[in-house]
């Protein structure tokens, strides 16, 4: 069992305590192999993927706990530690956000060390996986990150070399959370019907104290009844591209205003934001708009 903490560490036992197998849904894929995923998070445990013998992961995330079962076995079972395998990742609906996919940007985290590969489990056959989903899949991975780095700034070292960058971490990570929340917000907007705009523009203002709704909710009681500012921005995946753009125009002027600026989470959230924009699913516009 490995619990990955919002701050990033991972804690890891041998301890044969899993959580139920049953009532679990399928919400992507993750491609490792045993190895890594051994090194990444600990001792498996056997006995609960589907052949009842196949060493499976259990990781508790801060989105919820998430199962890596093998769905596929390598030709050569000698081979079987160094191989990659896909691997089904299953969830509980005791997350933030129930039957989401919260827990994918921790998963990718967790064992390949980056976000930016998390999209790559929206697989075809996902059919009600979106891109807006996903998006959101992130926002909530960037407010929880954005929490943990606030709630540790009294633990850091000040006589750290990148004790500046440490510090700074929690705005940086607010930004990239309210440029995510403005285009998903605008997308919103687009799709939603008369009745539902007029009842964004009856909610009251929402507060930072409200946590994780906060920012799922900050810009709609902008919104007036009627068409609003604006009728809102369909392209989804144009809009996260501009920004990944823009992202990546921006760093070089970025790092001179702020030499701190932790640029390995500047360089991921662009690489993320531009795979987000590349997921490919098919049918997508013919999905019913999917509420957050």
């Not at 510090?167 to 687009?190: C, F, G, I, K, S």
């Not at 709704?213 to 919104?223: C, D, G, P």
């Not at 993320?272 to 924009?277: D, G, H, K, V």
């Amino acid at each position: 069992m490995a619990v990955l903490n919002p701050d990033l560490s991972i804690d890891t036992s041998d301890d044969p305590e899993t959580p139920p197998t049953t009532g679990l849904i399928g919400v992507g894929y993750l491609t490792s192999s045993v190895h890594q995923l051994r090194d990444r998070l600990g001792p498996s445990q056997l006995g609960h993927a589907p052949d009842g013998v196949t060493e499976t992961w259990v990781l508790h995330t801060p989105a919820g706990t998430a199962h890596l079962w093998a769905s596929t076995s390598p030709a050569d079972p000698a081979d079987e530690g160094d191989v990659a395998r896909r691997w089904l990742i299953l969830t509980t609906t005791d997350g933030i956000q129930p039957w989401s996919y919260g827990v994918l940007p921790w998963v990718y985290k967790a064992v390949d060390g980056s976000t930016e590969a998390f999209p790559t489990a929206a697989l075809p056959h996902f059919t009600e996986a979106t891109v807006f989903a996903f998006g959101h899949a992130y926002l909530d991975y960037l407010y929880l990150r954005m929490d943990a780095e606030t709630g540790r700034r009294d633990q850091l070292d000040r006589s750290a070399p990148d004790f500046r960058t440490h510090l700074r971490r929690p705005r940086q990570l607010n930004t990239m959370l309210l440029q995510l929340a403005d285009v998903l917000h605008d997308y919103e907007w687009a799709h939603a019907s008369r009745a539902e705009r007029a009842a964004w523009a009856r909610m009251q203002r929402p507060t930072p104290s409200e946590g994780l709704r906060y920012w799922k909710t900050r810009s709609r009681w902008l919104y007036p009844s009627g068409s609003g500012p604006h009728d809102g921005d369909p392209d989804l995946p144009g809009r996260l591209r501009a920004l990944a753009d823009t992202a990546r125009e921006n760093r070089a002027s970025l790092l001179e205003i702020a030499p701190e600026m932790d640029l390995d989470l500047h360089d991921e959230n662009e690489q993320t934001l531009r795979a987000l924009a590349d997921i490919l699913i098919p049918g997508l516009d013919v999905l019913r708009f999917p509420h957050a």
